[in-house]
C-alpha cells in the first residue's frame, strides 16, 4: 500500500513538473518574441492563460473537501460555481487566433506557435478540471446523469465564449454587472438578428470542446483498464 501511494506520489510531482515546463515553454515563447520585436504585443495571453488555470484551482480545493464533506454543503457548491463561472476562461484561449495576423516583427509561423502554445495549456487546464469533476460526479450519479452535465458544462462553455469574444463579456461581471449581462443575454435569445452568430459560435465550440473531451475521456479510460504489471 505504502508502495503506492509512493508510486502516485511520485506521479503527480512528475505530471506537475511537466506542465511547469509546458506553460513555461509559453512563457519562453513569449520573452524571445518580445527581444526580437521589442514590443509586448500578444500580452494579453499571458493574462488569459492565468485565467485558464483559476477553474483548475477551484477544483483543487473542491476535491479537498470533498475528502470529508458533503457536496452540497455551501462552500463545496461555492467553488463548483465558481469553477463553471471561470471554466470557458481555459478555452476561450483559442479565439484569441482572430488577433493572429503578420506583424513584420517576426515570422507568421513564430506567432502561429506561440498561439497554439498558450491554447494548448489552457485546454490542458480547462479539460484536467472537467475530467476531475465528472470522476466525482460519476461515484454520485448515473453514468447518463454524469455524462448530461459535461455536456450542458461544455454546451454552456460555447456560449460564454460567444459572450465574451463577440459581445466582451468577462467571468467577474455575473457579479460586478449581473443586470446588463442578463440583458444582453435575453437579446440574443429574443432578437432573431443576435441569434443566428450566437447559435453559431457556440454550437461551433460546442462541437470543437465536446469531441476533444470524448477523446481525451476515452484515452484515459483506456489507460486505467490497461493491465498493471
Not at 471554466?87 to 516583427?105: M, Q, R
Not at 469533476?133 to 448530461?148: G, N, Y
Request: proline share 3%; charged share 15%; with cysteine.
Amino acid at each position: 500500500m505504502k508502495h503506492a501511494l509512493k508510486g502516485q506520489a511520485h506521479s503527480y510531482k512528475e505530471l506537475i513538473a511537466a506542465l511547469l515546463v509546458s506553460n513555461g515553454v509559453s512563457v519562453l515563447l513569449f520573452v524571445l518574441r518580445m527581444v526580437e520585436g521589442q514590443t509586448l504585443r500578444y500580452w494579453f495571453l499571458f493574462w488569459n492563460l492565468i485565467l485558464a488555470w483559476i477553474p483548475f484551482l477551484f477544483v483543487w480545493l473542491l476535491l479537498r473537501r470533498l475528502k470529508d464533506k458533503r457536496w452540497l454543503e455551501p462552500v463545496s457548491l461555492l467553488l463548483t460555481v465558481l469553477w463553471l463561472a471561470f471554466l470557458p476562461n481555459s478555452f476561450y484561449l483559442i479565439s484569441d487566433l482572430v488577433h493572429l495576423h503578420t506583424t513584420g516583427e517576426v515570422s507568421m509561423l513564430y506567432d502561429a506557435v506561440l498561439f497554439m502554445s498558450f491554447i494548448f495549456n489552457g485546454f490542458v487546464a480547462g479539460f484536467a478540471s472537467l475530467y476531475l469533476v465528472h470522476h466525482e460526479l460519476l461515484k454520485r450519479w448515473s453514468r447518463v446523469r454524469a455524462h448530461a452535465f459535461v455536456g450542458v458544462v461544455l454546451l454552456l462553455c460555447g456560449a460564454a465564449i460567444h459572450l465574451g469574444r463577440n459581445l466582451r463579456w468577462n467571468s467577474w461581471d455575473i457579479i460586478v454587472n449581473p443586470f446588463a449581462l442578463m440583458f444582453d443575454l435575453s437579446e440574443q435569445v429574443v432578437n432573431p438578428v443576435a441569434q443566428s452568430p450566437a447559435v453559431v459560435t457556440t454550437s461551433i465550440f460546442f462541437v470543437l470542446l465536446g469531441s476533444i473531451y470524448i477523446v481525451l475521456w476515452q484515452f484515459m479510460k483506456a489507460v486505467a483498464a490497461r493491465p498493471k504489471r
